[in-house]
T-cell receptor, first 117, second 110 residues
Framework: GDSVTQMEGPVTLSEEAFLTINCTYT??????LFWYVQYPGEGLQLLLK?????DKGSNKGFEATYRKETTSFHLEKGSVQVSDSAVYFC????????????????FGQGTILTVHP | DGGITQSPKYLFRKEGQNVTLSCEQN?????MYWYRQDPGQGLRLIYY???????QKGDIAEGYSVSREKKESFPLTVTSAQKNPTAFYLC?????????FGDGTRLSIL
């Protein structure tokens, strides 16, 4: 079945440091890939997505490139801020057999990021 | 503003009781989902519904029930058969795949 593996946290960085959170996946077919962010006490927010190989998703200084050859979708940011402290989830979605957009999301276990001033 | 509203934010249940978690959306989305979040385990799908009056079991449906009588509403009942209900429950909806999430309900056992 489909699965997503994220690097284990927690990750602790100083402000302005470079961030990488690794994500690899196993899926049948051609999944879409997502990064979600969860701030304390809140639900998940979509951070970025990529729907086909070599696509790069980007938002708020975060980037991730869909690498089919390595089945990876690593999240990066060049200079983190204290406000980036949150839990980050990598996820994939494969369409239903009928090709509709209702395919369920499979999530990684989440990576806690803490950024210190 | 459009969005997903989950209520209550915190919920306490006594042993042997059923409790119902509310999820309402005004995004006009067809599909709605319930996830359970436990520390270190990410999110696991409980139930999902693609259209009114239809729903399917997810990966961990045992001990839960849902209904979808209206497009806007997808309540989740945690029954007494769910032996470990303490968790953070997230509702989501979607129309083109990318999901919108509510702020969650934290359920605890007294």
């Amino acid at each position: 079945g489909d699965s997503v593996t994220q690097m284990e946290g927690p990750v602790t960085l100083s402000e302005e440091a470079f961030l990488t959170i690794n994500c690899t996946y196993t899926a049948t077919g051609y999944p879409s890939l997502f990064w979600y962010v969860q701030y304390p006490g809140e639900g998940l927010q979509l951070l970025l997505k990529a729907t086909k190989a070599d696509d790069k998703g980007s938002n708020k200084g975060f980037e991730a490139t869909y690498r089919k050859e390595t089945t990876s979708f690593h999240l990066e940011k060049g200079s983190v801020q204290v406000s980036d402290s949150a839990v980050y989830f990598c996820a994939l979605r494969t369409p239903n057999a009928g090709g509709t957009s209702y395919g369920k999301l499979t999530f990684g276990q989440g990576t806690i990021l803490t950024v210190h001033p | 503003d459009g969005g997903i509203t989950q209520s209550p934010k915190y919920l306490f249940r006594k042993e042997g009781q059923n409790v119902t978690l509310s999820c309402e959306q005004n995004l006009n989305h067809d599909a709605m989902y319930w996830y359970r979040q436990d520390p270190g385990q990410g999110l696991r799908l409980i139930y999902y519904s693609q259209i009114v009056n239809d729903f399917q079991k997810g990966d961990i449906a045992e001990g839960y029930s849902v209904s979808r009588e209206k497009k806007e509403s997808f309540p989740l009942t945690v029954t007494s058969a769910q032996k470990n209900p303490t968790a953070f429950y997230l509702c989501a909806s979607s129309i083109t795949g990318a999901k919108h999430f509510g702020d969650g309900t934290r359920l605890s056992i007294l």
